[in-house]
């Protein structure tokens, strides 16, 4: 099924987006000049990309740059999630954009992009505040999932492993397909695997990584309390990123 990313992504985005009013804690949504779309999140000191960084984005900073990047066998759409990307790969991306965006006058010094932290992708989620130093301390997060407490998943929650029959995509979907949670964000579940900032535990051995992808169908690794971790260099066909603005004003709970 091959339902185009303007349809899926920018529709149900703008709606979302017209709608959007600036919150009591001072922050605004944002659209930066990638077209990439970035809310408040209530109890956050960030924006949060409200989808997982585009094929669209990551080959501008590729061509830019002038950085490998290995496509995945399978063909994908501009507006799906760009995977194959390593953790340093993400890194260096979200320093491309900080410096692009800050010589266009759209980003202080003070702020910068990054990838979200791990607690900051649990509350993005709807898990709030954990408890835990790590990563790896956290993992008790009860039996929830990004689409409720329910097992087996029920038809449109995400894309994920095509056994679960939640959707009609055999690999990545266009970003935006799927109903966003509560805070306007959209495949925190599913689609790709997600980047955190942080180190798994205090061997800083591995990165944390977040939210299962089209691939996964045990419940355990879609909670949405799982944490899977990978080397730096780790770049697999179901691992993506997502963005993060730091240094703004955000609402309250």
């Known amino acids: 099924m ?8 920018f529709l149900t985005a703008t709606a979302l987006w017209v709608q959007a009013a600036p919150t009591a804690g001072g922050a605004k949504p944002l659209e930066n000049s990638l077209g990439m779309k970035l809310v408040p ?3 956050g000191r960030v ?13 501008a900073f590729a061509d830019d740059t002038h950085r490998a990047w290995t496509r995945p066998d399978f063909a994908q759409t501009p ?5 194959n990307v390593s953790w340093e790969d993400a890194d260096a991306f979200c320093r491309w954009l900080t410096a692009r965006e800050r010589k266009a006058g759209r980003l202080t010094d003070k702020q910068r992009y990054r990838l979200p932290t791990d ?10 505040p954990e408890q835990g130093r790590t990563p790896e301390d956290r993992l008790q997060g009860g039996v929830v999932w990004p689409w409720g407490c329910t097992w087996p998943p029920h038809d449109g929650v995400g ?3 095509p056994e679960l029959e939640t959707d009609k995509f055999t690999n990545t979907s266009p970003v935006g397909c799927f109903k966003p949670n509560r805070h306007g964000l959209f ?7 997600e980047w955190c900032d942080d180190w798994y535990n205090d061997a800083q051995v591995t990165k944390v990584l977040r939210g299962g992808s089209f691939h996964d169908s045990q419940p355990k690794d879609l909670l949405a309390a799982y944490r899977f971790s990978g080397t730096v260099h780790l770049n697999n066909d179901d691992i993506g990123f997502r963005v993060v603005i730091e240094g703004v004003s955000a609402p309250q709970p």
């Open 79 to 83: 507006d799906e999630p760009a995977v």
């Open 41 to 43: 999140v209530p109890g």
């Open 2 to 9: 091959n339902i185009p990313g303007s349809f899926c992504a």
């Open 187 to 193: 495949d925190l579940g599913g689609n790709a695997w």
């Open 47 to 59: 924006l949060f990309s409200i989808w997982e960084t585009r094929v669209r984005d990551y080959l």
């Open 119 to 128: 607690a900051e992708w649990s509350v993005a989620v709807g898990l709030g």
């Open 159 to 161: 894309n994920y492993s």
